[in-house]
C-alpha cells in the first residue's frame, strides 16, 4: 500500500525515527536491505551507501525504506521512492510515498483504507 504524502508531513514523520532499512533489487532480482541513517537536503533523503547499494539503485532506482517501530506494537514507517546515486556512494532519494504499517491484532477485520493489516495514511487528511 502507498499513500502519496506531502513532503512537509513525511520530514516530520521521519523525524520521529532513528535509522531505516534501504531496500534494494540484486542483478539476481533477490532483495538487498541494509541499515542507513537518512537526512533531509531539501524535499529528497540523502543516505551513504556501498558500492553494492549504488549498483543497484542506479540499475533499479525504484526503491523503498523501512523504518522499523520505536517500541512494540507500534508502527513502521515505509517510504517508497525514487533514487539518483549521485557521488558513487551517495544516494539521494526522491519519496513517491508512504504509510505507517504494523500488523493487526487478532480479529482485526479491516481498516477504512482497505489495508488488510493495520494501516494509517501520512499526512493530515490521509495523503
Do not use: K, Q
Not at 523503498?64 to 506494537?73: K, V
Not at 507500534?74 to 526522491?94: E, M, N, P, Q, R
Amino acid at each position: 500500500m502507498s499513500i502519496p504524502v506531502a513532503i512537509a508531513d513525511l520530514a516530520t514523520a521521519t523525524s520521529e525515527y532513528g535509522f531505516a532499512y534501504l531496500l534494494t533489487v540484486r542483478d539476481d532480482l533477490r532483495a538487498h536491505i541494509v541499515a542507513v541513517t537518512p537526512t533531509w537536503e531539501g524535499e529528497r533523503l540523502v543516505m551513504d551507501v556501498g558500492r553494492g547499494t549504488a549498483h543497484n539503485a542506479i540499475e533499479r532506482p525504484s526503491i523503498s525504506l523501512c523504518y522499523p517501530p520505536r517500541e512494540d506494537g507500534g508502527y513502521s514507517l515505509i517510504v517508497d521512492g525514487d533514487a539518483v546515486v549521485d557521488d558513487g556512494s551517495t544516494v539521494s532519494f526522491a519519496p513517491t510515498g508512504a504509510v505507517l504499517h504494523r500488523p493487526a491484532s487478532a480479529g482485526f477485520a479491516g481498516g477504512p483504507t482497505g489495508c488488510g493489516s493495520d494501516c494509517e495514511p501520512v499526512g493530515p487528511s490521509g495523503g
